[in-house]
């Protein structure tokens, strides 16, 4: 029984960039979607009274309700409409990465090749989560994006200031007395320190998301591994349930996620 | 104690301890859960996805430990 390794292997180069079999999957979701997305804008109807039909009908379908669900999370629909292309986006990748994972084919068609002395096998296809770079990828790229809504919302020096935060020494000098005056001083260096944990708290953010997706998809196909190697009949059924089932979960998880960090961080600081 | 077994040993007591806690933080979410819709029963609709959410949550720390496994060498 051979169980996947921790890093996607490396199948083929172009120039000197590697190409990963992760790499592979990911490309073939990013197509899914872009076609999908050139259909539907083909020949849309955007009028009134005319009804959505075929595939239209179809993405105007996934997209409300992805919508409405990011209303429930946002409280608010205008912010929902303006973080829906960011988190929309990161579920539906997500998921069909997670799904398209789950086709046969994934992670058992390769080739040998040798390697220190012996033979590994490469696999051509294997889930995109379980590479490392794809989740860290969307994580950084999630929380940036959340940063950069805050500074659109509510400015570049109110953004800066839940950070690096110096209203409560100015709140401090106008309080009246010398008891007070101290009480509030050191109220400001508290708020000052949290404000420079928060700094800690948001690449804690990165991590949280990258390795809760890639914990869970990489340890759904060592699961699968096993089961296969166990009884390859009939045994793997209810544990591919499970990933389907796991897929959808972590692709809700991640995109509500980025939807609360992009919510928290528009908000006016208190 | 040869380094090869003190291995095997950090990684199974890893995943021992750094799975206990996170089990009975998915226990709880999902016995409240359960005890509100048992209250309500037509809530079972609204209450699932936040309960789904929260032991994703409770679920993300096992998996930090289950990390931490694959990467001892």
Do not use: C
């Not at chain 1, 390794?5 to 172009?14: D, F, K, R, V, Y």
């Not at chain 1, 205008?78 to 997670?98: C, I, M």
């Not at chain 1, 401090?172 to 260096?189: N, S």
């Not at chain 2, 309960?51 to 001892?72: C, K, Q």
Request: aromatic residues 10%.
């Amino acid at each position: 029984m051979v169980l996947p390794p921790l890093a996607a292997e490396t199948i083929a180069h172009i120039g000197s960039f590697p190409i990963t079999n992760a790499f592979v999957n990911s490309f073939i979701v990013a197509m899914i979607l872009i076609v999908t997305a050139f259909f539907v804008r083909r020949n849309m109807k955007t009028r009134a009274n005319q009804a959505p039909t075929g595939v239209q009908n179809f993405a105007e379908a996934v997209v409300e309700f992805l919508m409405k669900q990011a209303v429930q999370v946002t409280g608010d629909e205008a912010k929902a409409r303006k973080f829906l292309p960011l988190a929309g986006t990161v579920f539906l990748f997500v998921l069909l990465n997670n799904w398209l994972g789950l086709f046969p084919g994934m992670g058992s068609i390769g080739f040998n090749h040798v390697v220190n002395g012996e033979a590994e096998f490469f696999p051509l296809l294997r889930s995109a989560g379980s590479d490392l770079n794809l989740t860290i990828a969307i994580a950084i790229t999630s929380i940036v994006a959340t940063n950069v809504f805050g500074v659109m919302s509510i400015g570049f020096f109110s953004h800066v200031g839940k950070f690096l935060n110096f209203k409560g020494f100015l709140h401090a000098w106008h309080e009246h007395g010398i008891g007070a005056k101290l009480v509030g001083f050191l109220v400001a260096i508290v708020e000052l320190g949290v404000g420079l944990i928060e700094i800690v708290s948001e690449l804690a953010k990165v991590l949280s998301l990258s390795l809760r997706l890639f914990g869970n998809v990489f340890a759904g196909e060592v699961l699968m591994a096993v089961m296969a190697g166990l009884f390859a009949y009939f045994l793997p059924l209810p544990f591919m349930a499970l990933e389907l089932i796991v897929g959808v979960v972590q692709a809700t998880v991640f995109a509500m996620l980025v939807l609360v960090y992009a919510t928290v961080s528009t908000q006016e600081a208190h | 104690m040869t380094p090869e077994s003190m291995l095997v040993l950090t990684k199974g007591l890893t995943m021992a301890f750094g799975g206990m806690i996170p089990a009975l933080a998915i226990g709880m979410i999902v016995s409240r859960a359960m005890e509100s819709i048992g209250r309500n029963p037509e809530s079972a609709g609204k209450i699932f996805v936040p309960m789904l959410l929260g032991a994703a949550f409770a679920e993300a720390i096992a998996i930090y430990s289950l990390v931490v496994v694959f990467t001892l060498k």
